[in-house]
């Protein structure tokens, strides 16, 4: 018995037609479980919004709609009737830029001798610093207390100098970022030694290829950390909080606890801070995500 042409294109016909028919269930499954998955992450912050859109009703409860709409919560955070937040979103914008400028430069600096130079020891020095990564945050917080108050930065001299020494207290410990060594250095990494080779033969000095090849060349993914570096210091809580700052210098994070008095603590209100807390955060993420994404993908692919 013979199987013609015909017979053959049909066969194929369904096999084709039984794999995209497998394609669509198991996409369809994929995308069923990330969708739940999605809204399992997301319902807290629903439940914070309409927490904060509620003026009575209890918080305590798991609800899909507000019982009631008004934005009296949000007046009263954003007119400071019980914290300054004016003056804390300009300590977070301070504190985010200088903390952010400084840890990218610093990062990108660091990174070059330990991707393009060769010296004994190199990767030793750099898996050393990497294994710190292990340490939980929590561990450097004496140390760096103890710095703090050994640099003389939490002292009285006067209030312009008061006010750039507690900057300089809360934005100091960030400074030096691991996460941001390892990411600009993976990012150098990419970089063709032909072109650094080319131009220090050309007579160019080290500090002129890190500027004019390696910050060019791997920019995406300096905003990729830049970006991080942001959210990371935007939300930052527990080493402001731990510093005995003046009030008046705390970040947006760290002082919306004050809305959360020791006898009486205005729940919605502090859900409507929670809320413009993390406004900024998404503006910027949504805005950026692309070059978030290509900064990440490059320096895992360096």
């Known amino acids: 018995m013979t199987t013609s042409p015909t017979d053959f294109a049909q066969a194929a016909a369904q096999l084709k037609a ?23 992450m997301l319902y807290p912050f629903y439940w914070t919004l309409i927490t904060s859109l ?9 609800k899909l709609a507000p019982s009631g709409v ?27 830029t200088v903390g952010v400028l400084g840890s990218v430069t610093f990062a990108a600096l660091a990174a070059y001798p330990l991707a393009k130079m060769r010296f004994p020891g190199r990767d030793l020095i750099f898996y050393a610093i990497l294994a710190l990564v292990v340490l939980p945050n929590e561990s450097g917080l004496i ?6 108050i050994k640099l003389g930065l939490l002292e009285q001299r006067g209030p312009v100098w008061d006010t750039l ?11 030096a970022s691991i996460i941001g060594l390892f990411l600009i250095r993976q990012a150098y990494m990419g970089v063709p030694i032909e072109l650094i080779e080319a131009a220090r033969i050309d007579g160019a000095k080290e500090l002129t290829i890190w500027r004019k090849i390696m910050l060019p060349l791997s920019m995406p993914t300096i905003a990729a950390f830049a970006i991080l570096e942001f959210v990371a210091l935007w939300n930052s809580f527990l080493w402001a909080r731990i510093l005995p700052l ?6 947006l994070s760290a002082g919306l606890l004050e809305l959360s008095g020791t006898f009486a603590t ?29 900064g990440i993908e490059g320096a895992v692919k360096g």
């Open 54 to 62: 509620e003026p009575t009703g209890n918080i305590y409860e798991a």
């Open 266 to 294: 205005n729940s919605r209100a502090t859900m409507a801070g929670a809320v413009l807390v993390i406004i900024p955060i998404l503006v910027v993420f949504a805005s950026l995500q692309r070059y978030f994404m290509k």
């Open 143 to 148: 140390v760096n207390y103890i710095t703090t």
């Open 18 to 40: 039984r794999h995209r028919r497998q394609v669509r269930l198991q996409n369809f499954a994929a995308y069923t479980v990330l969708v739940l998955i999605g809204l399992v």
């Open 70 to 96: 008004s934005f009296k919560n949000y007046a009263q955070v954003l007119t400071g009737t019980t914290v300054p937040f004016w003056r804390m979103v300009v300590n977070s914008v301070v504190i985010c």
């Open 165 to 175: 020494t507690q900057y300089a207290a809360i934005v100091l410990p960030s400074i």
């Open 246 to 251: 003046d009030p008046q210098m705390l970040p």
